[in-house]
């Protein structure tokens, strides 16, 4: 019987991964390169679509050396995606900037005076709160100050795009990636002209919008060869890698919401339909016709830890200085962390929101500041939670992964302060295999995306313990007081 594999290539912030599976869902082999990103100026962050493009060929190639799969016992590549990427574009496909990735501040102010204008109308037809992370308040910032290369374009893409352009000479787009630029009708599932007008770009400029389980076949010789693939193997577009992290740990169902936490962090749900908060706390992005993916991210999770493990130069390992929160009771003797030390999206939509400890006393210790900033990253997770439980009811079970979910001390903190079970899957590649489920599914040879549960190692859930819940209730009601009032002075 012939050997089978599939790959997810996740194009990430940090790195290009390219992740063979058998088609049980384990893992074969594993490759990354990481991505540089450039610092120009306060608040900008870049990097090189050229390289990155490079990276993921290296990569494919050398996951197919590493786990020695011949070109024909490999069915499908399919892709995972970071979002909110923009490059512009020449008539020849080249770029002419360099890539605006997420993390790119220089559009504060457009957002905010978007926000300000005609922000909720914006946000009602795509579902994207008003923030600089947005590629439509980039292509504002671009407008405003007569930016070059957006003066000179003749596309904008992002980087799976720009990707999927160099290899197949063919400009496609699926519906999350689309969602996330904030020039998506979530109604219509077209571009939206009047949006469009105000970026100052045209329907031409930007790619044709596809399924997740869109097929594109003809991958160039040369690029297949470097590969060391077949240029006759049909590779799928797959989607965006918020959806992704969420199929790929099986929260999937009503009731069931997936918990993201690495350096930065998001809780999200799929719902049928499209559905929008009032105030604007939460997105909501195609994933296909039929679902969405409902939550909010947020720039300050496992960030905040590293940034005090620096501060208090603790020579130890992560997992030590982690430990020294065990020493304290919930509560942290009445300190309190709002976590924003790197300006904040959901639930404030706000670059220039700052951190702030509360209730300091000359009793507290070390212990307590790393409690206190555990706690700090859990409760922003939770006023996340409370603002999507608004759209999509009570949750009934929290899957999560990322790299906080490794540590046994947090899970426990993140099912007493939810009060829910807690599950996490024994793999780190979540994202990465659900691509290549979606993969499976565009070849015909997968027939749902809920079938993917089946095929999830997940170990025991976490319990929360019900006593802690009843105080961390009563601490959060503070919390969140507090994170309104200091709201008002960013």
């Given at each position: 019987?012939?050997?089978?594999?599939?790959?997810?290539?996740?194009?990430?912030?940090?790195s290009v991964k390219a992740v063979i599976f058998?088609?049980?869902?384990?893992?074969?082999?594993?490759?990354?390169?990481?991505?540089?990103?450039?610092?120009?100026?306060?608040?900008w962050v870049e990097q090189d679509p050229v390289e990155i493009e490079q990276f993921a060929v290296q990569a494919v190639r050398d996951a197919m050396e590493a786990a020695n799969v011949k070109k024909e016992e490999l069915v499908t590549i399919?892709?995972?995606?970071?979002?909110?990427?923009?490059?512009?574009?020449?008539?020849?496909?080249?770029?002419l900037s360099?890539?605006?990735?997420?993390?790119?501040?220089?559009?504060s102010e457009q957002a905010e005076k978007l926000k300000e204008n005609n922000g909720f109308e914006v946000y009602s037809k795509t579902g994207l709160p008003n923030h600089p992370m947005s590629p439509l308040s980039k292509l504002l910032w671009m407008k405003e100050v007569e930016f070059e290369p957006y003066l000179k374009a003749k596309y904008f893409l992002s980087i799976k795009e720009y990707v999927l352009q160099k290899w197949f000479d063919q400009r496609v787009i699926d519906y999350s990636m689309a969602a996330a630029t904030g020039l998506f009708n979530a109604k219509t599932f077209q571009w939206d002209d009047e949006i469009l007008t105000l970026a100052g770009i045209e329907k031409e400029q930007l790619s044709k919008i596809v399924p997740p389980t869109e097929v594109l076949t003809g991958i160039k010789q040369e690029v297949a060869e470097k590969m060391g693939i077949s240029n006759e193997m049909p590779i799928v577009i797959g989607s965006a890698d918020g959806q992704l992290a969420n199929l790929g740990i099986g929260a999937i169902l009503p009731g069931e919401v997936?918990?993201?936490?690495?350096?930065?962090?998001?809780?999200?749900?799929?719902?049928?339909?499209?559905?929008?908060?009032?105030?604007?706390?939460t997105f909501s992005y195609?994933?296909?016709?039929?679902?969405?993916?409902?939550?909010?991210?947020?720039?300050?999770?496992?960030?905040?830890?590293?940034?005090?493990?620096?501060?208090?130069?603790?020579?130890?390992?992560?997992?030590?200085?982690?430990?020294?929160?065990?020493?304290?009771?919930?509560?942290?003797?009445?300190?309190?962390?709002?976590?924003?030390?790197n300006g904040e999206r959901a639930p404030l939509w706000n670059q220039q929101a700052r951190g702030n400890f509360f209730g300091m006393s000359i009793t507290h210790k070390k212990e307590h500041f790393v409690r206190a900033v555990l706690e700090g990253i859990t409760f922003n997770l939770y006023q996340i939670g409370q603002a999507l439980e608004n759209l999509a009811g009570e949750p009934e079970k929290l899957f999560v992964n990322g790299g906080l979910s490794r540590s046994s001390l947090w899970i426990q903190m993140l099912a007493d302060v939810f009060g829910k079970e807690v599950y996490v899957s024994e793999s780190h590649h979540?994202?990465?295999?659900?691509?290549?489920?979606?993969?499976?599914?565009?070849?015909?040879r997968a027939d749902s995306f809920e079938e993917i549960k089946?095929?999830?190692?997940?170990?025991?859930?976490?319990?929360?313990?019900?006593?802690?819940?009843?105080?961390?209730?009563?601490?959060?009601?503070?919390?969140?007081?507090?994170?309104?009032d200091i709201a008002k002075y960013f």
């Amino acid at each position: 019987m012939s050997r089978e594999f599939v790959m997810g290539l996740d194009l990430g912030t940090t790195s290009v991964k390219a992740v063979i599976f058998n088609l049980n869902g384990n893992v074969i082999t594993e490759t990354e390169k990481m991505i540089s990103s450039n610092y120009p100026q306060q608040g900008w962050v870049e990097q090189d679509p050229v390289e990155i493009e490079q990276f993921a060929v290296q990569a494919v190639r050398d996951a197919m050396e590493a786990a020695n799969v011949k070109k024909e016992e490999l069915v499908t590549i399919s892709f995972s995606s970071a979002m909110h990427s923009l490059i512009c574009i020449d008539e020849n496909g080249e770029p002419l900037s360099q890539a605006m990735i997420w993390a790119d501040g220089r559009s504060s102010e457009q957002a905010e005076k978007l926000k300000e204008n005609n922000g909720f109308e914006v946000y009602s037809k795509t579902g994207l709160p008003n923030h600089p992370m947005s590629p439509l308040s980039k292509l504002l910032w671009m407008k405003e100050v007569e930016f070059e290369p957006y003066l000179k374009a003749k596309y904008f893409l992002s980087i799976k795009e720009y990707v999927l352009q160099k290899w197949f000479d063919q400009r496609v787009i699926d519906y999350s990636m689309a969602a996330a630029t904030g020039l998506f009708n979530a109604k219509t599932f077209q571009w939206d002209d009047e949006i469009l007008t105000l970026a100052g770009i045209e329907k031409e400029q930007l790619s044709k919008i596809v399924p997740p389980t869109e097929v594109l076949t003809g991958i160039k010789q040369e690029v297949a060869e470097k590969m060391g693939i077949s240029n006759e193997m049909p590779i799928v577009i797959g989607s965006a890698d918020g959806q992704l992290a969420n199929l790929g740990i099986g929260a999937i169902l009503p009731g069931e919401v997936a918990i993201t936490a690495g350096t930065s962090g998001a809780i999200r749900q799929f719902a049928k339909g499209f559905r929008i908060s009032e105030k604007q706390e939460t997105f909501s992005y195609a994933f296909t016709e039929d679902y969405s993916i409902i939550g909010g991210p947020t720039n300050n999770g496992g960030i905040a830890l590293q940034w005090l493990k620096e501060l208090l130069n603790y020579q130890g390992s992560h997992d030590e200085f982690t430990a020294e929160a065990t020493a304290v009771a919930p509560g942290a003797e009445g300190l309190l962390f709002h976590p924003y030390i790197n300006g904040e999206r959901a639930p404030l939509w706000n670059q220039q929101a700052r951190g702030n400890f509360f209730g300091m006393s000359i009793t507290h210790k070390k212990e307590h500041f790393v409690r206190a900033v555990l706690e700090g990253i859990t409760f922003n997770l939770y006023q996340i939670g409370q603002a999507l439980e608004n759209l999509a009811g009570e949750p009934e079970k929290l899957f999560v992964n990322g790299g906080l979910s490794r540590s046994s001390l947090w899970i426990q903190m993140l099912a007493d302060v939810f009060g829910k079970e807690v599950y996490v899957s024994e793999s780190h590649h979540s994202a990465a295999w659900a691509a290549a489920w979606v993969g499976l599914i565009g070849i015909g040879r997968a027939d749902s995306f809920e079938e993917i549960k089946k095929n999830i190692p997940m170990g025991e859930p976490v319990k929360p313990n019900m006593e802690d819940h009843k105080i961390y209730a009563a601490i959060y009601k503070k919390y969140e007081m507090l994170s309104q009032d200091i709201a008002k002075y960013f």
